[in-house]
Structure formats: C-alpha cells, structure tokens
C-alpha cells in the first residue's frame, strides 16, 4: 500500500501557532516522503482561535505556487470547513469557491455559530460534556450533518465521530450519496471496527490523511494504514492508496 497524497494538512495560516510550518516546509515533507499531490487545508473562517483569514487567501494562492515550483509536488489550496448550526451551515460562502481546490467539512470547537442556540445545541453540548452522549443528542449530531452534506458540495469530511458523536453510518451512506469521502485520520480513528465493516460492504469510499499540524508529520498515516491492513478494507475504496484522486471543481455550486 503506497500513499501518493496527503489532502488534510495545516500550516502557518492556522493562527496562534496552531499550524507549525509553511506550505513550503509542508510540500519538502510530502516530496522526501513520495508523495506526489498534497492540499493545504487551514481551519476555517469561523474559527475564533485558528481560523484562516479570507484577507490571507491571496497570499496563501501565492505560496501554493512558489511551492509547486520549487518542490514538484501538485498542492491544492483548500479549507477545513466548521460546521456552525444544526441545520447543516457551514462557514463557507459562495464567493470561497472562487478559490478552493478541495473542500473539507467537520466539527470543532471555539466556532462562531450561526446562533446562540447552535452555540448550546451544538458547540456547547459537544464541546463542554463531561457526560456519555444521549441518544437525543446524538440524533441531533447526525442531522446537522446529513443538513451539511446536502447544501453544500463536501469533499472530504474529516475525523467524523471525534467530539461530535453520530451514527456514522447513517453519515457515510449520505456521503456516498453525495460523492463525499469518509476521512481515515492518521492521528485518530472514532469509528468501530463493525462500523467500518458496514461502510466498506455499502460501498462507502474512504481517503487516508495526516491531518498534520507541523511539517514533519505531513504523509504520517500509520494509524490508518494498519487499521486498513487489519479489516482488510477494500484498497479499490481508498482513494489515494496506489492511486490520486480527483477533486471536482465546486466553483458555483451551493
């Protein structure tokens, strides 16, 4: 099994040293290791603490380039988007398509919700309980996703069921639908053992990434390789295992 791109990584343009290194730093990792495609996706707008700018964007555009140049490896210029209420928003406008190669959608705290009652409902509960999720909040979790997935063009939704429990199922059916990837994290994997048997027997299709937050852990996906290898999931549902995927333009589709 040989990985040939790294579609969730960050940089600098997550803020407060959230992302260690620059798109170039990042691009040299993905070279030296092999990699042929990799995609720089900071956090998203609505992050109070680590969100991209929209003013960064251009300068972002700019370093893309100079690092293509250098190292030869293709670098798409992507987001990893938040979603900001239970009815499925996301903090992604139209006008961001202009520029996004690749699209990532997921939870995470210290997000402008569209709402005070999305910031109880849906960061707070989250991101505050100390308790086992209820079957009422979990049911809630799982619609503001299945909401997400059908407005909004996703490519790739990231470590799903990590502080934001579903029924990952039900999101990964949807995701098929829809032509959405199920990230396999290289840092952490929320899914069952059964619940990924599920998946890959429905056909779900799966993209393997490092979600690195400093240069040398680009292309670090160990994890999620050996849980690959153990399963014995279907290599022909991954999408960039001996193999690169293509991402579909989504300029003009909400």
């Known amino acids: 099994m040989i990985l040939l791109g790294d579609y969730h990584t ?10 260690k290194g620059t798109v170039l730093e990042n691009a040299s990792v993905a070279r ?9 996706t900071d956090h998203g707008f609505n992050h109070w603490m680590f969100g991209i700018k929209r003013k960064d964007i251009p300068q972002l555009k700019e370093d893309i380039l100079n690092a293509r140049e250098i190292t030869g ?4 210029l992507g987001v990893e988007s938040n979603l900001i209420s239970a009815d499925g928003d996301i903090d992604v406008v139209e006008d961001d ?12 705290n210290l997000v402008k919700m569209k709402t005070m009652k999305d910031l109880f409902y849906i960061n707070w509960a989250n991101g505050m309980s100390v308790f086992s999720p209820s079957q009422e909040r979990i049911s809630r979790n799982t619609t503001a996703f299945l909401k997400a997935l059908d407005k909004y063009p996703v490519d790739v939704i990231t470590h799903l069921n990590f502080g934001f429990p579903t029924d990952t199922v039900a999101v990964a059916r949807m995701a098929k639908e829809k032509g959405t990837l199920i990230e396999l994290n290289g840092k952490r994997i929320n899914f069952t053992d059964k619940e990924l048997e599920i998946m890959a027997s429905e056909g779900v299709k799966f993209i393997v990434d490092s979600d690195a937050h400093s240069p040398e852990r680009v292309g670090e996906v160990n994890k999620a390789l050996n849980l690959i290898f153990r399963l014995n999931l279907p290599l022909n549902q991954i999408v960039n ?8 333009n989504k300029r003009g589709k909400i």
């Open 10 to 19: 960050h940089t600098k343009y997550s803020r407060k040293n959230h992302g």
């Open 97 to 108: 398509f202009e520029f996004l190669d690749i699209f990532l959608m997921g939870f995470h």
């Open 73 to 76: 490896v293709d670098i798409l």
């Open 241 to 248: 295992i001996d193999k690169l995927p293509h991402f579909e």
């Open 32 to 40: 030296d290791k092999g990699l042929k495609q990799i995609a720089i």
